[in-house]
């Protein structure tokens, strides 16, 4: 097999389930809920760290942003014996029940990803292992967290979709009204990676689900600064990665 190299990990590295990030702060404040952290990889932008949260040994990775990173990162985890991925993301609310510092679980996902695209046709869907959309669901519950579940919004352009985050008088993009498009069709956010995880996760028999916090809710121009924590996500993903586990083991 082709040596890998953009992760720069070494054989044998990683337990099971891994949670991704785009920004590697996330993946550091990950491995400060969890006890013996270490970093296993730190390659091109792809910090990597691993430790042990309630006694089950777990994973962090940073893909960056957009599905062309994310999609190596997820293909190198998998050569490295990762079966579970859990997404770890933020999104912006679309659906007028989304609120800044909400959870949003992604069941599924509309496809504006080109990576996602490479590995299968527009009509192949993008969709979360629903055992893990379930642990995701029983984790926030059982925390009390705030929460929703459903479909996600994924794309490949963060300006493009928010031309008026790029000047006074911004360009028309393709996607300039991708926000008014979806907005009442359930649609809970839109964020940049989900799909692309989704898609070549099915392909490559991987269990993938995503859970983002919301840091806005675009409709409505609600964008709180600072932006809402990320630690509700993570506790989140952290638990239903040892449930799941547990129920692995017992099998």
């Given at each position: 097999m082709h040596n890998k190299t953009h992760l720069g990990l070494n054989?044998?590295?990683l337990p099971p389930t891994c949670l991704i990030a785009g920004d590697p702060q996330r993946v550091m404040k990950m491995r400060s809920f969890w006890d013996s952290p270490r970093t296993v990889a730190d390659c091109r932008g792809y910090l990597c760290v691993a430790?042990?949260?309630r006694g089950v040994e777990i994973a962090a990775c940073c893909t960056g942003i957009g599905g062309p990173s994310c999609e190596i990162a997820i293909v190198e985890l998998a050569q490295h014996g990762v079966s579970?991925?859990?997404?770890?993301?933020?999104c912006g609310g679309i659906d007028p029940a989304v609120n800044p510092?909400?959870?949003a679980i992604l069941s599924g996902a509309i496809r504006y990803s080109g990576a996602a695209d490479a590995y299968a046709p527009v009509n192949y869907p993008a969709v979360s292992d629903w055992e893990y959309v379930a642990a995701l669901v029983d984790a926030c519950k059982a925390r009390g967290f705030r929460w929703h579940v459903g479909i996600g919004l994924t794309v490949d352009s963060f300006y493009a979709t928010k031309p008026w985050l790029i000047a006074s008088e911004p360009p028309n993009t393709e996607?300039?009204?991708?926000?008014t498009r979806?907005?009442?069709t359930g649609v809970l956010g839109m964020e940049m990676e989900a799909a692309t995880l989704m898609v070549i996760g099915s392909v490559l028999r991987l269990r993938t689900a995503t859970i983002c916090t919301v840091g806005s809710n675009l409709p409505k121009g609600l964008r709180p600064d600072p932006a809402p924590s990320d630690d509700n996500a993570i506790l989140a993903a952290c638990d239903a990665a040892v449930a799941m586990q547990t129920i692995a083991d017992g099998e």
């Open positions: 054989a044998d590295t430790g042990s949260y579970n991925i859990i997404r770890v993301g933020t510092g909400d959870l996607y300039s009204d991708m926000v979806w907005a009442g």
